[in-house]
Nanobody, 124 residues
Framework: QVQLVESGGGSVQAGGSLRLSCAAS????????MGWFRQAPGKEREFVAF????????SYADSVKGRFTISRDNAKNTVYLQMNSLKPEDTAVYSC?????????????????WGQGTQVTVSS
């Protein structure tokens, strides 16, 4: 069983930055593709970014491209989401997800493990 624990959320003004972390338990983390998703109040959860097992392949939702960066440190069993130039519409609960495959996907149904989420609030 893999456990994912997010941290780094908080409140920030528009234009600010936050760095989310997702710490994973388990020795096979380096084999997993990882993703970040978010859910705003009253909306469905949506894809934000993914990274493959090695970090050599990443992908982003159009809404965050150029502002967010996903990365991973397999030695620390951690995946990160650096969020810059934050906008009020980025306000949501951000969750990381793990997939027991090397290659990542933007489809949440393809992920096997989920963290509890961390709140990000961006004020104008």
């Amino acid at each position: 069983q893999v456990q994912l624990v997010e941290s780094g959320g908080g409140s920030v003004q528009a234009g600010g930055s936050l760095r989310l972390s997702c710490a994973a338990s388990g020795r096979t983390f380096s084999n997993y593709a990882m993703g970040w998703f978010r859910q705003a109040p009253g909306k469905e959860r949506e894809f934000v970014a993914f990274i493959n097992w090695s970090g050599g392949s990443t992908s982003y939702a159009d809404s965050v491209k150029g502002r967010f960066t996903i990365s991973r440190d397999n030695a620390k069993n951690t995946v990160y989401l650096q969020m810059n130039s934050l906008k009020p519409e980025d306000t949501a609960v951000y969750s990381c997800a793990g997939r027991t495959r090397n290659w990542a996907t933007s489809l949440e149904a393809n992920y096997d493990y989920w963290g509890q989420g961390t709140q990000v609030t961006v004020s104008s």
